[in-house]
């Protein structure tokens, strides 16, 4: 078990302070973006290149996943994420 114990010359975030720490802003701030649109675009990109649909799909840093859960919504989607 470790203990971290500030010293005088240690600087501390405070996490509390950013917007990922406050979802509805984040919301806010992203908000506009049309993640069906979004989804439909990268997936048919991947179809046009490889020539198949995407079996599965990797979010990395998604924040809320916004993408993850319209690709898993998506009708013309089987995609594990």
């Known amino acids: 078990h470790l203990v971290f114990t500030p ?3 240690t600087t501390t975030v405070d996490d509390s302070a950013t917007i990922y720490s406050k979802p509805a802003l984040y919301d806010l701030a992203f908000g506009y973006r049309n993640y069906e ?3 439909q675009f990268l997936l048919s ?3 046009k290149a490889s020539g198949h649909p995407p079996r599965s799909i ?3 840093a998604a924040g809320p996943a916004r993408h993850s859960i319209e690709a898993l919504t998506s009708q013309s989607s089987n995609n594990s994420v």
Do not use: K, N
């Open 45 to 47: 990109r991947h179809e």
């Open 7 to 9: 010293s005088p010359t």
């Open 37 to 39: 649109y979004e989804v």
């Open 58 to 60: 990797l979010e990395l």
